[in-house]
C-alpha cells in the first residue's frame, strides 16, 4: 500500500512563502511523473504544476514566475515552493503521484492540505 503525507500548508500575508512538501510510503519501485493540484471553494480542482521524472515542469499560467515544483528521488519527495502569494492563491492544495509499486501502476493522492492567504 502506497500513501502520500502532504506538509507545509498554513496562513500567510500577502507577499508571504510557503513550502509545501508531499512524501510517499509503501513498497514503491519507482514514481513516474508527480504534481499539484489545488481546489479553491466552489471551484473546480486545477492543476497547479508537474514534475517528470526527467524533471522537466509545467505550470498554470498564473503561478508561473512565483512556483518552483521539485522531487527528490531518493526521498520519494515532492516539493512546491510558494513566493510572492496572493489572496486567490487560497486553497487545499493536493499532491499526486504516478507510482509503480507491487500492486502495479497507479496515481495516488494525498489528503491534501489548507494554504489561506490573507490580504
Known amino acids: 500500500q502506497v500513501q502520500l503525507v502532504e506538509s507545509g500548508g498554513g496562513l500567510v500575508q500577502a507577499g508571504g512563502s510557503l513550502r509545501l512538501s508531499c512524501a510517499a510510503s509503501?513498497?514503491?519501485?519507482?514514481?513516474?511523473?508527480v504534481g499539484w493540484y489545488r481546489q479553491a471553494p466552489g471551484k473546480e480542482r486545477e492543476l497547479v504544476a508537474i514534475i517528470s521524472s526527467a524533471g522537466s515542469t509545467i505550470y498554470v499560467d498564473s503561478v508561473k514566475g512565483r512556483f518552483t515544483i521539485s522531487r527528490d528521488n531518493a526521498k520519494n519527495t515532492v516539493y512546491l515552493q510558494m513566493n510572492s502569494l496572493k489572496p486567490e492563491d487560497t486553497a487545499i492544495y493536493y499532491c499526486?503521484?504516478?507510482?509503480?509499486?507491487?500492486?502495479?501502476?497507479?496515481?495516488?493522492w494525498g489528503q491534501g492540505t489548507q494554504v489561506t492567504v490573507s490580504s
Open positions: 509503501g513498497s514503491i519501485f519507482s514514481i513516474n511523473s
Open positions: 499526486t503521484m504516478q507510482v509503480t509499486a507491487t500492486g502495479g501502476t497507479r496515481s495516488y
